[in-house]
């Protein structure tokens, strides 16, 4: 019996648009030649209004400069989640592009009727629609007949890569000119009439709580609005910011604190890592058939440190009562996760809370930006109506907010007779990497822990291997090797507070996997660009490493205390290729004085917005990798300032040169995170290149080298 062959399936919406399906939640036009454009991801900094701009503008046929770019908020915006891993371009690029290719062709029929003309003879030039016989319209005099309140469906087909005027080419950024000429644009710069100014109260040693609070030096202070106290959580408003300082400081007199929680061995975190109650996953298995037999084993640890986010300026947000609703300027990179966790603290229902994003002066993942939003929206409770401005000190967010987890690494390497390797195995230790808000049934922001009747503290864990990993993030080798082992053990403690930075685990395992491999290659005695080409299949993975090493004439010729390394990784094994090479320095300290790297996102969609995102992770990378660490005693977080936890400074900027590799026909992805794990293992190989010692514990400093020279005499 012959069965009628099946229907083809329709084509899936992008995610974001499936998940935000009405048209007009993500753009508008309006009768005064303007589309107004409203993602739900937000600027952080990486340029992804401007990248987000040109697919609206490529696929509606307008000039740039009518193109309205709109801040998220939770009134108005497509919920989106978060923006964080490097996703905008894949997420919201990808429903923004489907979404603006149907609006058009929605356009295009509503002028085929209008102008009495077949569809397919009209063509669109900056939102002008002309036809045979000179007849036009516009998307402006239609704006009032189309109706965009109806959802996206999946038949609309973007325009080729061959056929868009806009990506490919670099233009200049949307947020540039205001932050070049000083006008405001951060939430740091801004002022609402009738503005109050919060601080708020937190114990030096972690964890302490607050058991006596004296207020009568605070209300002495002029301008003293109000005093706020809930349980361990404590502020004071008042009608100026130095005032507000005054109080704060009047208030901590007054405050007696129980004994805080002890923290581990700053300088024996492996042991501590190691030590602990944890969640044991197996992330990969790959088994030889049949195994061969190991002529020897390369055991090798590798760690590094809790990192700080270090932003520029501290973390900041408005809040405001109105009755029973609340309205929130943050710098969020989540502004509907934010307003979920906020409604839980205050057992509100959501939507009588309003959350709306400003641009901040540094972000790198899942810093204080939340926690301050709290903060702004207890203690506006006590401003009768009026806005309220808080501002974390330097203190504060160096010793507050969350921070990178530390990690240990440990890679075993099985080699056969011929020095190849044959078995391969990959354990983490630390802990989870993410403890943002909105994804759990219990809130994650600070101050819910402090309340009289507090939320218990979250211990952050790992997103799942299918979004990219957390601890286990580029742990999977790329590299072909005939069999291994991957496994995490996830810490069930966390007596210092974890959660997202910049690439998660991926700088940590990066940093261990070509850092073992470039050993591995020297016993050989073979050229570690060679050794890596020979065990990857990936022709885009080859491409980039060739590009790199042609680029900085690999190897150059060998100088007395100079060094070249090569670092290479895949983010999350999914996303951008980036190959990296380092040439140091090795004098008293180390010298990075020129990275120069070669990446692949596919489409690029604003090529100089790539190279920008690359080159600001490689600098990141170079601080991390030579700098950065967050040091304390057995009581406190003592590195809560500019000297104790110093981060790169411009006369240490290297030369970075970056080569683009252009896809038009491979979809984008994004680039902000691809740097940081093969800068990080390039310098740590340009050392051993330069002073023939293995630095295996991040960051590589004086005493770390001095410590490996010792190890190896």
Known sequence: ??????????????????????????????????????????????????????????????????????RASTVASPNEGVTSGSLSIQQSGRALRHACAEVRRIFLQQAAERLGVDIDALEIEDGTISGPGNVRTSYWELADEVSLDRDATPGATPKIATRRALAGHSVQRIDIPD??????????????????HGRVLRPENARAKLSELSEDGARAVAGLVAIVRDGSFAGVVSETEHGAELALRALRKGAVWS?????????????????????????DERTATPAATAARTIRRQYTRPYIAHASIAPSCAMAQWDGDRVHVWTHSQGVYLLRADLALVLKMPAENITVD?????????????DDVALDAVLLARAAGGRPVRVQWSRQGEMSDAPFGAAMAIEI???????????DWRHSIWG?????????????????GFELAEPFPRMVSTNPPQANGGGSDRNSVPLYDFPSWRIESHRLTTMPIRTSALRTLGGQGNVFAIESILDEIAAERGEDPVAYRLRHLRDERARDVIRAVARRAQWKPEKQPGI????????????????????????????????????VDVGEAINPDGVINQIEGGAIQATSWVLKERVRFDRERITSTGWTEYPILRFSEV?????????????????????AHGPVTAAIANAVFDALGVRVRDLPITRDRIIAAMELTS
Request: proline share 7%; with cysteine; hydrophobic share 45%.
């Open 1 to 70: 019996m012959n069965r009628p062959a099946p229907a083809p399936s329709q084509p899936a919406l992008p995610a974001s648009l499936a998940a935000n399906p009405k048209l007009s939640s993500w753009l508008k036009f309006s009768s005064a030649g303007q589309v107004t454009v409203s993602p739900g991801k937000v600027e952080i900094g990486q340029g992804i209004v401007t990248a987000l701009a040109q697919i609206a503008a490529d696929e509606l046929d307008v000039d740039l400069s009518r193109v309205q770019m709109v």
């Open 431 to 447: 802990n989870g990497h993410v403890a943002r808000p909105g994804r759990a049934a219990l809130p994650a922001l600070l101050a």
């Open 357 to 369: 994003h400003l641009e901040g002066a540094g972000c790198y993942g899942h810093n204080a930006a």
């Open 412 to 422: 075993e390497a099985d080699l056969d007779a011929q020095g190849e390797i044959i």
């Open 259 to 283: 004994d805080g929680e002890p923290l581990p061995d700053e300088n024996d975190l492996a042991s501590f890592l190691k030590a602990q109650p944890s969640e044991l996953t197996v992330i």
């Open 179 to 196: 932050k070049v000429f000083g006008r405001p644009r951060f939430i740091h710069d801004q002022a609402s009439v009738g503005m109050l």
């Open 563 to 598: 060094g070249h390394g090569i670092g290479f990784g895949r983010y999350k094994n999914t996303g951008a290729y980036c190959a990296a090479i380092a040439e140091i320095e090795g004098a008293e300290e180390i010298t990075v004085r020129k990275l120069t790297l070669a």
């Open 654 to 674: 290297p030369d970075v040169e970056v080569e683009l590799i252009q896809r038009l026909d491979i979809d984008p992805v994004g680039a902000g995170e691809a």
